[in-house]
């Protein structure tokens, strides 16, 4: 295990998150849509050249938990060199995405010619296409219906956007002009993002730059052991509903602590639907991050290494782990909310000090538009 004193790892750990709002702040003070500059429906991350995350800002837990899983599809599918100067983008929720609204860009980062990490951002555009204004109809059964799928693509090289990616997403949209203004806006925050990486690296040498990184993620590891060492072994159940039309879909599971590690297991959930609410487990997986950070002292480090003591089982096919072609797009603001409040009321059998009450469970969600206008909003309560 690497040694790094106290007094480096603090500044490191708030120097590393400050660069993460700092490509928020870009993201919404540059960006052409309400939905992103007004809701703040975007969500950004710093992540080390393995693809696991150094550090997020206080945005949307659902996408700063899966936002992993895009940098790692791309990872995967541009196995034989990531580029210098491209960012690539993906909505697909089969490559990690959540649903087909929140688009991804990821940039690898690189200082001489190595690469030392990756910026990231997601940001939830008001409408891809599909078969409905704003890109989620209530009555999709098949993704295809949600609107428009990017894999893992080349979108940006040396600041200019690839007509490969650009011109079937800008058909595809009823709202092409606000789409390339947020999408600017992203291609912008990841420039600060890599400039602020770069700049680090150029000060503290890419050698120091490896060993506090690795230390910050070591002690991100070792304070969630701690955490979950606190709580009481056992296995606690809990299980809850989705609606559908006068049907209950079940969500199950079972959370064992065993020592320093948690294993969250949704076995037993229902099968996939032929419905929009299904989740994929890059959404499932966010969930369990974001109820354990509730149940768990939150000075721990957000970051790649505090999740390493967590493990997810899910079933392929199910509704916590949907697979192609099954529609999505309320799995991601629905259906999760229903997987946080199963993981919450299974945690709080082990911590009902620390865990709040439920929530209204749902996330309120309304559409407003027509041939060449969108707009989504979420009502609290």
């Not at 040498?205 to 009481?232: H, K, W």
Request: with cysteine; hydrophobic share 45%; glycine share 10%.
């Amino acid at each position: 295990m690497i040694s790094v004193d106290p007094i480096t790892l603090e500044v490191a750990r708030n120097r590393f998150a400050a660069l993460a709002e700092e490509m928020g702040a870009v993201l919404r003070r540059t960006a052409y849509s309400p939905n992103i500059k007004e809701r703040i429906d975007c969500s950004a991350a710093v992540f080390v050249a393995s693809g696991e995350m150094l550090a997020q800002a206080e945005h949307i837990p659902v996408h700063l938990g899966s936002m992993p899983a895009s940098v790692a599809a791309v990872f995967e599918a541009f196995a034989d060199g990531v580029e210098p100067g491209v960012q690539y983008a993906v909505n697909d929720p089969f490559y990690g995405g959540t649903h087909l609204n929140d688009l991804t860009l990821v940039q690898g980062v690189f200082f001489e010619d190595v690469l030392i990490g990756w910026v990231a951002n997601r940001a939830h555009h008001a409408d891809v296409g599909g078969e409905a204004p704003g890109s989620m109809p209530a009555y999709a059964t098949h993704i295809d219906q949600e609107g428009h799928r990017v894999p893992p693509t080349p979108a940006v090289r040396n600041g200019e956007w690839i007509p490969e990616f650009l011109d079937p997403f800008l058909a595809a949209t009823r709202t092409p002009d606000e789409r390339i203004g947020d999408l600017s806006a992203q291609l912008g925050a990841n420039e600060a993002g890599r400039k602020g990486l770069v700049d680090l690296v150029a000060r503290e040498g890419v050698t120091e730059f490896e060993r506090v990184t690795s230390a910050l993620l070591d002690y991100g590891e070792r304070r969630m052991r701690t955490a979950l060492g606190e709580l009481p072994d056992g296995v606690y159940r809990f299980e809850d509903v989705m609606e559908l039309r006068g049907e209950f879909i079940p969500i199950r599971v079972a959370v064992t602590i065993d020592g320093e590690s948690l294993t969250a297991d949704f076995t037993g959930s229902a099968s996939q639907v032929a419905a929009n609410i299904n989740a994929v487990e890059a959404v499932t997986r966010s969930c369990l991050y974001y109820a354990v950070r509730v149940a768990t002292d939150p000075s721990i480090p957000a970051n790649g290494g505090c999740y390493r003591p967590l493990n997810l089982v899910t079933e392929p096919g199910s509704i916590v782990h949907a697979e192609y072609p099954a529609a999505v797009a309320a799995g991601n603001v629905e259906t999760s909310q229903r997987i946080a409040d199963v993981l919450l009321g299974a945690l709080a059998q082990a911590a009902p000090d620390r865990v709040p009450a439920a929530g209204q469970g749902t996330m309120n969600n309304i559409l407003i538009g027509n041939d060449g206008f969108a707009y989504y909003e979420t009502i609290a309560g």
